[in-house]
């Protein structure tokens, strides 16, 4: 496996606006006007383009509905969204972190599992460091936009639509992140990432459950419960093993006990800043919105392209 490839910043389509915006165009169906307009529009207000999308769309914010299910399967607006997010410095550091995290293991070609994985950044990601990535990705816009970023990277990854298409065991790695806040029942789909991890396997998981608020309708409110509960995974018998303060990402190991690997203090510390999410959320979605921001040079460079189209 040659580690060494993991990308050590944005990668295609990611590193440049003009193939971003390009790309976006292509799949999004709107002018480059508009879709510069879009990418400005969610990096002034995170989640703006989706929530704009669900209002016409109709359904109930923050609770689980068939027709939110259906606004994930069809909508576009996550294009803009999750282009916008995955080049902001928090998830590149999540992806920095979690291919440290790869080469500290010195796991030889895992066979990993891009659960959500929606514009396949991650995947792409991950295969170029020589990772073995299918991604499970329901809906077909998000994962033909994917395809454009696998070709540009020049990787291969396969993807399913449904978790029947999984035999248990099959996964050293099972990667979800910003996933779990938006699905009924996350203790439920935690216990398939548990089978379908082999044994020793690892899931990857950052899931800010208390960030419920006005421009993420679809995160539920029900799921604010989880924010810091370390006992979602317990019981599921994916056990703590490593991560970043705030659980961006939490690693958890799927044992019979503790790993003498472990490195728990920080998740430990984190967690306690977690858990009061659960009874008050405002201040935890205020550094969340925070920290995510996007990098301002793209910012200024989208807007001399805007006056420029």
């Known amino acids: 496996m040659n580690q060494s490839s993991f990308p050590p910043g944005l990668f295609p389509p990611l590193d440049d606006n003009e193939t971003l915006v390009a790309a976006l ?10 879709v510069i307009q879009r990418m400005l529009d969610e990096l002034d207000r995170s989640g703006v383009n989706v929530t704009r999308a669900a209002r ?10 068939e027709q939110m299910n259906e606004f994930f399967r069809t ?30 293991e010195k796991l030889e070609s895992p066979r990993v599992l891009a659960f959500g994985d929606g514009m396949g950044f991650d ?11 299918t991604f499970l990705e329901p809906s ?22 449904t978790t029947d298409q999984i035999a248990p065991g099959e996964y050293d790695i099972v990667l979800c992140l910003d996933v779990l806040m938006c699905i009924p029942s996350p203790p439920d789909i935690v216990t398939q990432f548990a089978n379908w991890l082999r044994p020793g396997g690892f899931l990857i998981n950052h899931s800010p459950f208390f960030f419920v608020e006005p421009y993420q309708l679809t995160h539920l409110t029900e799921n ?3 924010s810091g509960d370390s006992g979602l995974f317990v019981r599921a018998g994916l056990r703590p093993y490593k991560g970043r303060f705030f659980w961006d990402p939490i690693v958890l190991q799927k044992a019979a006990a503790p790993s003498p690997n472990r490195r728990t203090t920080v998740l430990r510390l984190g967690q306690r800043l977690l858990r009061p999410a659960r ?4 201040i935890h979605v205020l550094a969340a919105r925070l920290l995510s921001g996007g990098e301002r040079t793209w910012y200024r460079e989208l807007q001399a392209m805007l006056k420029n189209s």
């Open 56 to 65: 016409e769309f109709g359904f109930p914010p923050h609770v689980p509905s």
């Open 25 to 34: 165009m292509e799949f999004g169906g709107e002018s480059r006007a508009a």
């Open 224 to 226: 604010i419960k989880y």
């Open 279 to 282: 009874f008050y959320h405002k």
């Open 75 to 104: 909508t576009k607006s996550f294009l803009y969204a999750c282009g916008v997010w995955n080049r902001a410095p928090m998830k590149d550091a999540m992806r920095q972190w979690i291919a440290n995290f790869v080469r500290s």
């Open 123 to 133: 995947s792409a990601f991950l295969a170029l460091g020589g990772c073995r990535v």
């Open 140 to 161: 077909d816009d998000s994962a033909a936009f994917a395809e454009k970023v696998f070709a540009l990277n020049n990787v291969s990854v396969p993807r399913i639509t």
